[in-house]
C-alpha cells in the first residue's frame, strides 16, 4: 500500500512530457523497431515526416495523448506499442514469406549504438563488419516500411546471417540492371533510386562491368548514394569528392570513406594528395556522432545515478590545414574516452599534462584503457598512469 501511494504521489508531482520530448523518444522506438526511414519533427504541425518522402506523415495527436496518459511505469510498452503499429507490416513469421523482400543495407556502426543508448530493451540487430566503421545488415523490404532484421528473426527462421545474405543479394542483384551515369573523368554514379544504391558496392562484378581503369574504388556518402571509379585514374578521385562532400550533406548520411576493393574485402583507400580532404570529413563525421553519443550517455548516466565522465571529442586545426582530434583524460577521474587522434593527460594539482598519440597511449597504457561495447567505442579508465609512466610521458610528448 505504502509502495502504491508513493507511486502516485511521484506520479501527481512529475512534469508531464511535452510533445517534442515524445516525438524523440517515438523516432528512437521506432529506430528499435528496425525502421530506417529517417522521420524529422514538424513542432508547428505535430507530427513527423520524411524530407525525402513527403506523404509519409505520422501525426502525433493522438499517440501523444495515449502516451501523456499513461502511468509512467506503462510508457516504455505504450511507446514500443506505437513504435510497432507506426512501422505497422510485421516481418512475415515464416522465411518463405520473407525471402523475396530481403535486401542489404550498409550503414554506419554508430546507429546502432545510438538505439542501444536510447532504449532500455536492445535489440540485437544482424550485421557483418565491413570496414572500418561501416556495417551490412539485412532488411525486410515491405511495401510501406524497412526494417532490419534481428538475430532473434533469424533464429526464428533457423537460419544463419550468411544464409539470409545470400538470399538478400540475389535479391539485389535481379534488380541492378540499369545502366550507370557516366560523370566527368572516369567517374560513375549508381541511378538505381531504390535507397539501395549504397548497398550495390557489394556486388563487386557489377561494379567490374563498368569501364574504369583497375580496381573498383568507391565512396558511399548517403544510403541513396554510390559513387564508382578505379585506382588507376587519379583524376577521378578529386571529381568523386567533391560529388561525395555535396552528398554528405543530404539526408540518411554514411561514414565518409573512400573504399578500395582488394579482390577479397573492401579497404579504406586514402590515394596521395587526398589525405587532408578526407581526414577532415572523417574526423568531422566521428565528431558528429560522439556528440550524439556523449548527450545520450549523459542524460543516462544523470537517470541511473553513474558518476562518470563522458570525455568530450574535441577537434583542432594543424597551420597546415589538418583537422585532428584530441580528448583529456584527467588524474582522478573515472572516464569514457572517445578515440581520438590524441590524448591529453592531465594532473590538475600540478598543472602538469602530456599530449600522446592515441597508438601510443593504447601501447603504453593499454593495461588501464578498457575498450567497451559502444559504437563509437570508448576506453574506460578508472586509474591515472603512475608516477614513473606519467613522467616518461611528458618527457616524450611535451605540452606543445
Avoid at 590515394?271 to 566521428?286: C, I, K, M, N
Avoid at 548516466?301 to 574535441?314: E, K
Wanted: some cysteine; proline content about 7%.
Amino acid at each position: 500500500m505504502l509502495t502504491e501511494f508513493v507511486t502516485r504521489l511521484l506520479e501527481r508531482f512529475r512534469k508531464p512530457p511535452t510533445q517534442q520530448i515524445f516525438a524523440e523518444r517515438l523516432m528512437a522506438a521506432l529506430r528499435a523497431a528496425g525502421d530506417t526511414r529517417a522521420w524529422t519533427y514538424e513542432s508547428e504541425r505535430g507530427r513527423l515526416v520524411q524530407p525525402d518522402a513527403p506523404s509519409n506523415v505520422v501525426n502525433l495527436h493522438n499517440l501523444f495523448r495515449e502516451y501523456a496518459g499513461a502511468k509512467p511505469a506503462d510508457r516504455h510498452a505504450t511507446l514500443k506499442h506505437q513504435a510497432s503499429a507506426v512501422v505497422g507490416h510485421a516481418i512475415p513469421a515464416r522465411l518463405a514469406d520473407a525471402k523475396a523482400n530481403l535486401r542489404p543495407v550498409i550503414r554506419s556502426t554508430s546507429e546502432r549504438g545510438e538505439i542501444h543508448l536510447q532504449m532500455a530493451i536492445r535489440p540485437e540487430l544482424a550485421f557483418r563488419p565491413l570496414c572500418e566503421n561501416l556495417e551490412i545488415g539485412i532488411a525486410y523490404d515491405s511495401e510501406f516500411s524497412v526494417s532490419r532484421l534481428t538475430t532473434t528473426k533469424l533464429q526464428e527462421w533457423g537460419i544463419t546471417f550468411d544464409e539470409a545474405y545470400d538470399i538478400a543479394i540475389d535479391n539485389l542483384r535481379a534488380e541492378s540492371s540499369r545502366p550507370w551515369l557516366a560523370l566527368q573523368n572516369g567517374v560513375f554514379l549508381a541511378q538505381f533510386g531504390d535507397y539501395y544504391d549504397a548497398s550495390r558496392l557489394l556486388l563487386t562484378d557489377l561494379l567490374y562491368r563498368q569501364p574504369i581503369a583497375g580496381a573498383p574504388v568507391v565512396m558511399a556518402p548517403n544510403r541513396a548514394v554510390l559513387l564508382l571509379t578505379g585506382d588507376r585514374n587519379p583524376a577521378g578521385f578529386d571529381t568523386m569528392l567533391q560529388v561525395a562532400e555535396r552528398a554528405f550533406a543530404q539526408p540518411r548520411p554514411l561514414p565518409p570513406l573512400m573504399l578500395r576493393w582488394d579482390g577479397a574485402a573492401w579497404q579504406r583507400f586514402v590515394p596521395e594528395g587526398f589525405a587532408t580532404r578526407l581526414q577532415q570529413l572523417w574526423v568531422s563525421d566521428l565528431a558528429g556522432d560522439y556528440r550524439d553519443q556523449q548527450a545520450l550517455m549523459d542524460e543516462a548516466h544523470a537517470r541511473d545515478g553513474l558518476d562518470v565522465f563522458v570525455a568530450q571529442y574535441s577537434t583542432y586545426r594543424r597551420p597546415t590545414g589538418e583537422l585532428f582530434s584530441m580528448s583529456v583524460w584527467t588524474e582522478g577521474v573515472h572516464s569514457l574516452l572517445p578515440d581520438t587522434d590524441s590524448v591529453m593527460l592531465f594532473r590538475p594539482r600540478t598543472q602538469q599534462s602530456a599530449t600522446v598519440p592515441m597508438t601510443e597511449l593504447l601501447r603504453l597504457c593499454g593495461d588501464l584503457m578498457t575498450a567497451t561495447a559502444h559504437r563509437p567505442v570508448r576506453y574506460e579508465v578508472k586509474a591515472f598512469p603512475d608516477e614513473a609512466r606519467f613522467r616518461a610521458l611528458m618527457e616524450k610528448y611535451p605540452k606543445p
